[in-house]
């Protein structure tokens, strides 16, 4: 059996995953002030009275990370940036602890000028003093030759407690977006450690021994151990959580649009003949960009929990949340209210819905059931043109999805599929109100779960071969050894095969699940004079993302509503 967990703004989903389908479900609000209670509440629910020996993994998307980073709660830390000739790294300044320092590497992987070890130690004192813990470090060209971060790390190593070293967070090219992806981890790092120790620890109380996943914002997994040296990796996981719910219910051969309507948010992603598109560069969060590899998601500010108002004469929806819908217990109407008022869902909270749409009906002249008919049209069309405006900035730009650019595609999706709590209730509309065919997957209330109980463990390695220099190295992984001047690509793509299979197992993937490819590979020839002088050779390979092997059976299930 697995256990999936998503955390989302307003509830927290749990479910119990076994070969006879859906064994268990539960969903609790989620509390945002501490997401570990959340967490832990709801992992307690669906594991009561089980047997733990049957239990094999549990993988948790949480939204933990994201929070932190947005609030701005985290503990200060240190960042050390090496730089050399071109832009200042003072433009790509992070925080207050933020010191630029000499020393300089190329292009190739040479070095221009040596980092200068007692302005490393004058920095160290500084920020002992002022009781910083965890520190970044980033050379502009590490991914080619990691010596100046190394050396920087071998200075100040004894004074601190987790260092994070900019070409193992990302072995791409980006100078600004890898300080930028080195701050953010070590940033959450604290935070997350804590996170971790604690739902280990609880789960251990309750005799599960069992594999701790967190979901990735690549839709893909790696083990809790592992995330304490990538926490930046969990940002975003929770639209991937969406993608992930959906892939496999998702027609072959062509694209269809994904919509996870929730109580505060609608997340909204691509798929490509099953295949998730992929944003190539990174996450932008609050507007800083990393290379935090990433589905290509949009979220927007309207859900079932939308407040619901009128301003200056109209009626608008979103984008902010005041708690739940007034049949809940809310103080303020909603798309949700108007689906009580229409007598779409059912229940005891109709009377205060009713009393909540009558000021609205009042203000736009129209009976209480008209206004909560406009009301859950507008919500419908506000989700419809945003779909569409994703469509497009899609197609405005080279495609990708999670296996390659796709050359030359435009999207054009004619299906939608729908998960979240009143998935069925906004498919209905949905579809009467565009061109689009639309249906809710099955167990819609729970899919982001099942999801990320079913994402299999995902990474990537880059390799760089530099024939001239006679050497083949992959930053990211710590590795580079010496290579002739006959080293060929095929030869760089078979030696980064094995660098990634050491890794995927290392980071919590199951051998049966390594289905590895090729995303990238090239090849320059390099002249002096009017000769070819070596050959510079860079690729990339990655664990394809997608389901656990073996979960056909558990789909069919599902699919059949078991």
Not at 54 to 64: E, K
Not at 241 to 259: H, K
Not at 500 to 514: F, Q, V
Request: with cysteine.
């Amino acid at each position: 059996m697995i256990i999936g967990l998503d955390v989302g703004g307003t509830h927290t989903d749990v479910v119990l995953l076994g070969k006879e389908g859906l064994i268990r479900e539960y969903k609790v609000r989620t509390d945002p002030e501490d997401l570990f209670t959340t967490v832990l509440r709801g992992i307690e629910r669906v594991i009561e009275g089980i047997d733990p020996a049957g239990i094999s993994r549990a993988v948790l998307s949480t939204t933990l990370t994201t929070n932190a980073i947005v609030q701005g709660k985290n503990p200060e830390v240190g960042m050390i940036v090496s730089g050399g000739p071109g832009i200042d790294p003072e433009h790509f300044r992070t925080n207050r602890h933020y010191y630029s320092v000499a020393g300089s590497i190329d292009h190739r992987g040479r070095e221009v000028s040596p980092v200068n070890p007692e302005e490393i130690r004058g920095i160290a004192r500084i920020l002992k003093a002022e009781g910083i813990r965890n520190i970044g470090i980033v050379g502009k060209f590490s991914v080619r030759n990691p010596a100046h971060e190394l050396a920087i790390h071998d200075i100040i190593q004894d004074d601190f407690g987790k260092i994070f070293l900019g070409h193992h967070v990302s072995g791409n090219l980006n100078f600004p977006r890898r300080i930028a992806t080195t701050f953010l981890n070590t940033t959450i790092r604290q935070i997350h450690k804590k996170f971790f120790a604690a739902v280990k620890q609880s789960l251990e109380q309750k005799g599960l021994l069992i594999p701790i996943h967190l979901l990735k914002a690549d839709g893909g997994t790696m083990s809790f151990e592992a995330s304490l040296d990538f926490p930046g990796q969990t940002i975003l996981s929770g639209p991937s959580a969406s993608v992930m719910g959906a892939i496999a219910f998702a027609p072959e051969n062509e694209e269809t649009l994904v919509l996870d309507i929730g109580g505060t948010t609608t997340d909204m992603a691509i798929l490509v003949d099953r295949a998730p598109l992929l944003d190539p560069l990174g996450i932008t969060l609050n507007q800083t960009q990393t290379l935090i590899r990433s589905l290509e998601t949009r979220s927007i500010g309207i859900g079932g929990d939308s407040a619901v108002r009128i301003q200056d004469g109209a009626l608008t929806i979103g984008p902010d949340r005041e708690g739940p819908a007034m049949a809940y217990g809310g103080k303020v109407p909603t798309p949700t209210d108007a689906l009580f008022v229409l007598e779409i869902q059912k229940g005891e909270g109709r009377e205060a819905s009713i009393a909540g749409i009558t000021p609205i009906a009042q203000a736009l002249g129209l009976s209480v059931e008209a206004a909560a008919e406009t009301i859950f049209d507008q919500a419908c069309r506000i989700i419809l043109t945003e779909a569409g405006r994703m469509i497009d900035a899609i197609n405005s730009k080279p495609v990708y999805t999670v296996h390659e650019l796709q050359e030359g595609l435009q999207v054009r999706p004619k299906r939608i599929l729908v998960l979240g709590g009143p998935a069925p209730d906004f498919a209905c509309r949905l579809q009467a109100l565009s061109t689009y065919e639309v249906r809710a997957v099955p167990h819609w209330s729970v899919a982001n779960a099942i999801g990320a109980a079913l994402a299999r463990t995902t990474c990537e390695v880059t390799l760089i071969g530099d024939t001239q220099q006679e050497i083949a190295f992959a930053p990211g992984e710590d590795f580079s050894e010496k290579v002739d001047r006959n080293f060929s690509k095929e030869a760089a793509v078979e030696k980064a095969y094995g660098l990634l299979r050491k890794k995927a197992l290392r980071i919590g993937a199951e051998m049966e699940d390594l289905e590895m490819e090729v995303t990238e590979s090239l090849q320059f020839n390099m002249v002096r004079g009017f000769y070819t002088a070596g050959r510079n050779i860079r690729v990339k390979v990655q664990v394809k993302p997608g389901l656990i092997h073996g979960y056909s059976a558990i789909l069919e299930r599902l699919s059949s509503g078991a």
